[in-house]
Every structure is written in structure tokens, then in C-alpha cells.
């Protein structure tokens, strides 16, 4: 009897059941681990290429009609946010962005990759539409319920700065006559000050349930426009797109996206902000919040915001989707 030992490589032994670790660390192409990198990579990368315009989006979804301290226009909102913060103004909660949107990023990413082996029936390269939703909307799910609370802190991180400065005018100026701006909360701060004053650990998830009916179809909606353009994009006899087409692909998908559930995420970030103080409205729930928007700013008003975030969304999804793939080909050979 021989004392050798043999060891099989992952393409000798037999496939792994979708509930054994072997499945999900243990293929030899592009692991789990792979996809959540990448993913993390891409989410980095996409967000801080557009945190100026992810910022002014907040300030006009938040402002309610008639308020006094407006921003008004694409063009205005930057001047005014250059003026006041200079360029710091721009990056304002960016940190606590990249903090959530790489955990987000990454879990989204990983959890659709998984979803495909899982739904995608025998005999079959690619998933049919229907599937492809499918897993779209469970990657939405995952990501936003391991992330939500730092997209509360993010959101008023920003809306507390721009409350700081209504009295602009009366702010110590530096030597050059620039207004010197409070220190703001920091991401800790800010997390253990809606924890303790606001309810707890539920406080932290206000607004989640309008974030879920907004997300889940979003993010379904993009992977599913993305690939059937990706498919479209990609010349006879090549396997993928140039890099530039898939900017293209990501942006148009983004645009449709968002179009579609725009109005849910304008929900999401009232229902964030509206306990704090300064906050000239005050919901009880986001059919409460549906109410009194459309009644006092009209259907209009579900859509404020929508120029800008095109603006966000077109560069911010097709760097998303083009730093994925290209992390993801590297990591490959890793």
C-alpha cells in the first residue's frame, strides 16, 4: 500500500454544493473573495470621480420649496458650494461615502455574481431576463441592508454642514476673506448621536423600507440594461467591449436606472434628515412623506434633483461598471 497522498486540483474534484465553503472560496477562476474586491475597488474609485455632484444632489433633494437658504441650478450650487467651503466643499462627506459605498460596492457586486450560478438554468451560458432582475434585486437587498446606516450618517454629515452655513455671513473669515467653517461630526460622532438620541439601532435604519423599494428595482434594472447593452456594444468576434464602450454601456444603464426609481430616492433622503432640527418638514412615515410632498410641491417634487444626478449617475455607474471589470480581469491572475 502506497503512503503517497494524492492531491486533487479544483477542476478533479466533483462541484461543490451552493451551501458548502468550497462554492463560495474555492472556484479557481474568480473567487467570491475576487468579486468582493473588485467590487470595493470600483465602488472607491466611482464615488470620489463624482462626490462633487453626489453633494449637490443631497443639498437640492433635502431643500424643501421656498426655503430660505436655496440652491438653485447645476452651475449656482457649485459656485455656491466653492465660495463658502472652497474646494473641501466639494469632498464634504466623501470619507464617509467611501467608507459605506466600498462595503457596498463589494457586497453588490459579489452577492449578483453568485446569484447568476445560482439562478442560471443548465445548459445555459447567460440568465434570461426575468432571472437577471431577479438577481439584480437580491444584490440590491444584500447591500443596502449591510450598509444603510453609514448612508444615514453620509446624508447628514452633508446636511449639516450646509445648515451651518445659513448664517454664512456672519462666520470669522480668514486672511484672504474666506468664511472659516465649523469642524463638523465625524463619522463616529455622528453614528452614536442618532443612537443615542434618536431611538437606537432603528433610528439607523429610518427610511429603509423606501431605500428598498427604490434600490432593489434600481439595481436589477442596471445590471440588466448594462449587460443587454454590453452584448450590443461588443463588436462581432470579440468576447467584450473596449473599455470606453463600457463607460458608455454603464451611463446609459445608470440613466435608465435612475429614471425609473428616481423618486424613491428622493423619499429616502427626507425620511434620513427629518428628524433633525432646522428641518422645516416632518414626516411620520414615507407614505405620510409621499403625501405632503405631492400635496405641497406637486409630482414635481419627487423628481428634484433628477438634472444633477443624470450628471452623477452617467459617469458615476459607467466608472462603477469599467474599474469592476477591469479589477476583476486583473484579479484573475492573482
Not at 470619507?95 to 445548459?123: C, D, H, M, W
Not at 472659516?180 to 429603509?208: C, D, H, Q, S
Amino acid at each position: 500500500m502506497s503512503g503517497k497522498t494524492t492531491v486533487l486540483s479544483n477542476s478533479d474534484r466533483a462541484p461543490a454544493p451552493a451551501w458548502s465553503s468550497r462554492y463560495w472560496f474555492g472556484n479557481s477562476d474568480v473567487t467570491w473573495l475576487k468579486h468582493l474586491m473588485a467590487g470595493g475597488i470600483s465602488g472607491a474609485v466611482s464615488r470620489t470621480v463624482v462626490s462633487p455632484l453626489e453633494r449637490m444632489k443631497i443639498l437640492f433633494q433635502i431643500q424643501s420649496k421656498g426655503a430660505g437658504s436655496s440652491y438653485n441650478g447645476v452651475i449656482g450650487t457649485l459656485a455656491k458650494i466653492w465660495r463658502e467651503e472652497g474646494i473641501a466643499g466639494y469632498m464634504r462627506g466623501n470619507g464617509t461615502n467611501v467608507v459605506r459605498i466600498v462595503p457596498y460596492s463589494a457586497v453588490q457586486f459579489a452577492t449578483y455574481e453568485q446569484l447568476k450560478k445560482l439562478l442560471i438554468e443548465e445548459g445555459k451560458t447567460e440568465l434570461d431576463t426575468p432571472r437577471r432582475l431577479t438577481a439584480g434585486a437580491g444584490a440590491g437587498i444584500a447591500s443596502v441592508a449591510a450598509t444603510y446606516p453609514l448612508d444615514i450618517v453620509r446624508t447628514r454629515i452633508s446636511v449639516q454642514t450646509a445648515h451651518a452655513l445659513a448664517n454664512i455671513d456672519k462666520l470669522p473669515k480668514d486672511a484672504r476673506g474666506r468664511p472659516i467653517i465649523p469642524k463638523m461630526p465625524g463619522i463616529v460622532e455622528t453614528f452614536v448621536e442618532i443612537y443615542k438620541n434618536e431611538g437606537g439601532l432603528r433610528a439607523t435604519y429610518r427610511g429603509f423600507g423606501a431605500t428598498l423599494a427604490g434600490v432593489a428595482p434600481y439595481i436589477a434594472l442596471n445590471f440588466q440594461c448594462y449587460e443587454v447593452l454590453r452584448k450590443l456594444f461588443t463588436p462581432p468576434g470579440e468576447t467584450a467591449p473596449s473599455g470606453t464602450r463600457k463607460l458608455v454601456c454603464g451611463a446609459l444603464a445608470g440613466c435608465c436606472a435612475q429614471t425609473i426609481t428616481y423618486p424613491f430616492d428622493v423619499l429616502r433622503r427626507r425620511m434620513q434628515v427629518t428628524s433633525m432640527s432646522g428641518i422645516q418638514y416632518k414626516y411620520s412615515s414615507t407614505f405620510d412623506a409621499i403625501k405632503q410632498m405631492v400635496k405641497s410641491e406637486g409630482v414635481l417634487g419627487l423628481y428634484r434633483g433628477l438634472v444633477p444626478n443624470y450628471l452623477k449617475v452617467a459617469p458615476a455607474i459607467g466608472v462603477s461598471f469599467w474599474s469592476y471589470e477591469l479589477a476583476k480581469d486583473a484579479l484573475k491572475y492573482w
